[in-house]
């Protein structure tokens, strides 16, 4: 973009969170550009490699409640929102199911024991129905035979996640949304060097936006003077394969002492395998030994994954708070709002994480000082940083579309 252009919102970032504030934001009325500093493709995203799992209960066991709330309200809004999508997007609810091996019996306890203890009991009771071999085979008839207890999670689901975004980002363009590709790392104040003049910067660019997190006093045993990063990076690894002779009609977990994994089925014979995330800034590709152990525990599941086809071994670093959980900062004077700290869980909780950001952005459009006080529903509690207010009392309303455009509603 040369000549000056002027935007309701310039959104950081065009990952799942940007794609989906985007989206959100240009329906609503609001003139929408996005910058991103790789391509449309959004290969450089956590979320491109992501398997894409919405299993709120089956995450409670190790997460926070709030993250349990957030994953139940974002699987509402990916139901309905994928049917206001104009191309069709891979999509289902068919539950979790969660098995182990019998030498493994004893992580059983762990799991539902800490579910029991973050999940609402009446999730528990109405969702995890426990099964025997029988009724193992019933719902996965593949691994009839191959495990004598197991516990599906019903209700949890699952999207395919490139096929989501390339609709998000398509949908959102065809409403009139610009987009910059390839714009390198960039922060709110490089905007003019596009072209571009925003009322409102919403910061969506996941670990790209570093530098605008600072460190944060460290607690616990840690909490000796110290400090710990306001966001780092959490390596997680990924396998994509092409399995023609397995047939899963569900996520599938399997219990295991040292790599539990999660294997994903998604349209056209693929599987997206992984496991939990490991403490490490490493960008490097995927070990040897990850990859033996991801792929084992996948063919200890069902044997015909021995002949299936590597396609994919993704590394990824996913955007964590120091408390695991997502943040809204709301720069009231900046006119920046930033969005963070998705963690594992982005395609489980984004929904409601945005929907809240770009009710904030919304406020600010018009006008409304006090723009973390959304509606009471999105207050989700502690995810909106307080502004302060005898910092915003000396600052006048911006209008609130510089080229004095109408407010959006």
């Known amino acids: 973009m040369s000549a000056p252009q002027y935007f309701d919102v310039a959104i950081l970032g065009g990952g799942l969170a940007g794609r989906l504030s985007a989206w959100l934001l240009v329906r609503a009325g609001a003139r929408v550009a996005l910058v991103e500093r790789g391509g449309p493709d959004g290969t450089g995203s956590a979320a491109h490699v992501s398997a894409a799992m919405l299993a709120p209960l089956a995450e409670s066991a190790i997460a926070e409640r709030r993250i349990v709330d957030l994953g139940v309200a974002s699987l509402t809004l990916w139901r309905r929102w994928i049917e206001e999508l104009p191309e069709p997007v891979f999509f289902q609810q068919n539950g979790t199911l969660v098995v182990w091996h019998a030498r493994d ?41 191959r495990f004598t207890q197991g516990l599906l999670l019903q209700g949890e689901g699952q999207i395919d996640n490139r096929g989501a ?81 397995v047939s899963l009609r569900r996520p599938v977990r399997l219990l295991h002492p040292r790599y539990p994994i999660y294997i994903a089925p998604k349209p056209n014979d693929l599987y997206v395998i992984g496991a939990t995330e490991i403490e490490s800034e490493d960008e490097s590709p995927m070990s040897v030994r990850s990859a033996l152990e991801l792929l084992s525990a996948a063919h200890s599941l069902h044997p015909a994954f021995g002949e299936a086809r590597v396609l994919e071994m993704n590394v990824q670093r996913r955007p964590t708070r120091p408390d695991h959980l997502p943040s809204i900062r709301v720069e009231q004077q900046a006119r920046v709002v930033r969005v963070n ?69």
């Open 341 to 409: 700290g998705l963690y594992r869980h982005g395609w489980m909780i984004s929904p409601a994480v945005t929907e809240a950001a770009c009710e904030v952005v919304r406020a600010m459009l018009n006008g409304d000082l006090a723009a973390h006080a959304v509606p009471a529903a999105l207050r989700w509690p502690g995810m909106i940083e307080a502004v302060d207010e005898a910092a915003v009392a000396a600052v006048t309303p911006a209008a609130s579309v510089i080229d004095g455009g109408d407010t959006i509603h």
């Open 165 to 245: 975004m390339r609709a998000l980002l398509a949908c959102a363009v065809s409403e009139g949304l610009q987009c910059v590709w390839e714009a390198g790392e960039i922060d709110e104040h490089m905007l003019t060097s596009f072209g571009i003049h925003a009322n409102v910067v919403l910061d969506c660019r996941g670990l790209g936006a570093r530098a605008a997190w600072p460190d944060v006093p460290a607690q616990g045993k840690r909490a000796s003077g110290g400090t710990m990063p306001g966001l780092r990076g959490l390596r997680g690894e990924v396998v994509r394969v092409h399995a023609p002779d």
């Open 105 to 145: 019996r004893g992580e059983l306890a762990m799991f539902t024991s800490r579910m029991r203890a973050v999940a609402p009991p009446e999730m528990v009771a109405g969702q995890m129905r426990t099964l025997d071999g029988r009724g193992v085979a019933e719902v996965e008839p593949d691994l009839a035979g």
